[in-house]
Structure formats: C-alpha cells, structure tokens
C-alpha cells in the first residue's frame, strides 16, 4: 500500500484478505503449527523457506499487524515484541555485544535509562550519555571505536524534549553505527523518523498504538537503508556466520532490508521469547486503525492544556513544543509541523508537595503509571516512573522533582481546564 496516504494505511495496512477470507485480521491463537514433513519443517529451520512453527518466533496474526507498522514509517521489515522496553533492549542488543559502547540522549524515558545505563552494563555494554541539544562537536566526542549505536527519543517521556534528529542522524552515520530512535510519543502519524534519517525505530504499542490501556505491547521497524557490510567489523553478529542458526550470514542472505528484523527474531526471539501475544496483537491493530483520527485529538487538547497552564499564576513552567517560546518550538516546527502529542509537563510552584497536592485535587483526571491513553491521566515521574534515578540524573533529563506529568486524552478540553483549574485552586 506504498502509494496510499497514512491514513488508509492506518486503516488497511499490512493485512489484504483474499476472496473469501476473514476481513478482519484473524487471531491465530496457536503455539504451534502442523506440516507433512520433517523436510518442510526443516526448511523453516533453515529460514529457506516462509512459514511458522513455533509462535515464540513468529505468528501471522503479529506478522500483519507488524507489516502495517512498517508501512506507517516507512520502514522494510518490523517486528512486534513484549512491550516497549523489550523493543528498545532488542534493537540495541541486535548490533552490540559484551565490550561495546552506545551513545545516548540523556533526556529519555526512565526505564529505557535504567536499562541501558544499569542492565545493559552489567552485560558488558557501556554507555555515554549526551544532551538532546548537543551540538554536532559535542556528539562528535561522545563516540568512541566500539560505539555501536546512537538512541534518543523523538519527544522524550516525560520531559517533553524534541531531538534533532536529523543531527543525530548525521554524527551517526560519520562513525558508522546506526541511529535508533523511540517514536512512541508522536507516532508515525506526527513524525516519521526513517524520513530525517533514523536507521531504526522503535515504539511502546503500549501507548498511542493502542490507545486504549488495553494491551501491553512494543515494536522494531527497520528502514533497510543502513548497509551492515559497509561497516562489517563493527557488527559481526549481522555480518558474518551465525553458528548457532546454520552458518547464516543475515547482511548476505537477507540483504539490507530484512537482515535486521531477521536476525532480531532468529536469534534474539529465540533466546529471550519476548513474544507479543496474538490477542495483544489483534488489540494493537484495533487502536491503529483509529490512530490517525485519535492523534490531532490528543495534539488538540495537549495544546489547549499547555496554554491554559502557560498564562497560570500557579505554574512555574510549562513544557510543551507546540509553545512559541518552548525551548523546543523551533526544532519541533522542523519534524513535528502538526503537533508532537497529547502529553504536557509543568512544574507547579511550591515543588513535589505543591505537585502531590494538585494531583489529589484532580477528578476527572486520574493517577496512573500511563500515558498517551483514550482518558487523561497524571503522575509525578520522581516519585514513580523515574524514581530510580538521582536528584542530579533528574535534572540533567529535564524531569525536577516536582514535575507533572498529564497526559490529554480524548475528552472535551474544556472539562479538562476545567478540572486542573479547581485541582490548582486547591494549591
């Protein structure tokens, strides 16, 4: 469906039913699958032929609606995992190994910290963190010669930072490693990364994907254009034989636009199993066929909300890109020209007891450990999401302790001035 606008795709993407068969994607709820012969199986084993034995590996209901990801960014071949963070830890993991080194934008999700600077270490994996608004010198010697990958995010959860991406993408690709950038906050529908450059992009389906807190869930789409052989001793597992899957060279056999997802699903999947399941799946395509009519919704009231914060007299500061006068409006002007997302920061004043005060005044507006959903929900990201990290690692993110996080959902905006005017009364 290359030649249809987003909207179809978000619609009919990745799954085109024959005659006669389910106009609905079907949710193959099956652990295995049958075949005539040892032969034909062991072809699937090989990867020298299509198909499916095991769904801890693959399972056409996942497969379409991947298909219909890749097609929202652009991208030759996707994948569906777990959730977010098994995305993210995939897609660096796929191209690094014990003695390799990332560099990352400071200004990321709390977990997708914790994961890289904590876990990944442990494995041997070390990490320099820079600022989104590094300039080019500055990324410039943050890399090292066993740099592997570069990562940001988009709009970064939740201090609201917009990368350069197209930056990012250069000083990446001067070293020679891919850039891997989480677009979750924004979606395909306001950004597409691969566009400016990204090698591979990663979601949360968990959020706006899916729109409806129904099903936890994450994805890696490839955008085939970062040739591996180019830079073959840097990435080994992609570009020379594979003992532990037949001998396979996945840059050779796969070529640029499936060695990534292949590897990704022969070798990572098959060891870790951070499988989404077909139910999940089926959940996920449900939100992405109403993700292009949901997103301006969201942008709407994010930007209604920013602006009603903005003018208060309680309100310390508001971070929002879609703000002139945000540090971020002119860079979000670049790759986000119809809004960014429904997910406005600010710091009240008075701190985390003002913060704490003003989220327990809210009723329409509920706490919860979420964000991008159909309802409008709030946290405190010090003292929940991103509570593992220090006083100095918060502010270096942008995130001060007594910031507030609220994410619009789709309800009148209005009703949500409303209540956060009564809740900020209350401070």
Known sequence: MSNYKINTKCVQGGYQPGNGEPRQIPIVQSTTFKYATSEAMGQLFDLEAEGYFYTR????????????????????????????????????????????????????????????????????????????????????????????????????????????????????????????????????VNCRPIEWGADIVTHSTTKYMDGHGAAVGGAIVDSGNFDWMAHADK?????????????????????????????????????????????????????????????????????????????????????????????????????????????????IKGGRAAAEKFMAGLKLAAIETHVADARTCCLNPATSTHRQMSEEQLEEAGIPAGLVRMSCGLEDKEDLIADIAQALAAV
């Open 57 to 188: 590996l693959q399972n056409p209901t996942n497969d379409y609606v991947a298909a219909k990801i890749a097609e929202l960014e652009g991208g030759t071949a996707a994948m569906l995992t777990s959730s977010g963070q098994a995305a993210n830890f995939f897609a660096l993991f796929n191209v690094c190994e014990c003695g390799s080194h990332i560099v990352a934008s400071s200004s990321i999700y709390g977990g997708t910290f914790n994961l890289i600077s904590v876990t990944m270490a442990k494995m041997g994996i070390d990490v320099t963190f820079v600022s989104p608004t590094a300039s080019e010198e500055e990324l410039d010697a943050a890399f090292q010669d066993n740099t592997r990958a570069m990562f940001g995010e988009t709009i970064a959860n939740p201090a609201l930072t917009v990368l350069d991406i197209e930056l990012f993408a250069k000083v990446a690709h001067k070293h020679g490693v891919p850039l891997i950038i989480d677009n979750t906050f924004p979606t395909p």
């Open 235 to 347: 990435f080994p597992g992609l570009c020379t034989p594979d003992d532990s899957y037949h001998g396979i060279t996945y840059a050779e056999k796969f070529g640029q636009a499936g060695a990534f997802i292949t590897k990704c699903t022969a070798q990572l999947m098959r060891d870790f199993g951070c499988i989404q399941s077909p139910q999940h799946a089926f959940y996920l395509n449900l939100g992405l066929e109403s993700l292009h009519v949901r997103m301006p919704r969201h942008v709407e009231n994010g930007q209604a909300v920013a602006e009603f914060l903005a003018a208060h007299e309680k309100v310390e500061k508001v971070n929002y890109s879609g703000l002139p006068g945000d540090e971020y409006y002119e860079v979000a002007q670049k790759y986000l020209p119809n809004g960014g997302c429904g997910v406005v920061s600010f710091v």
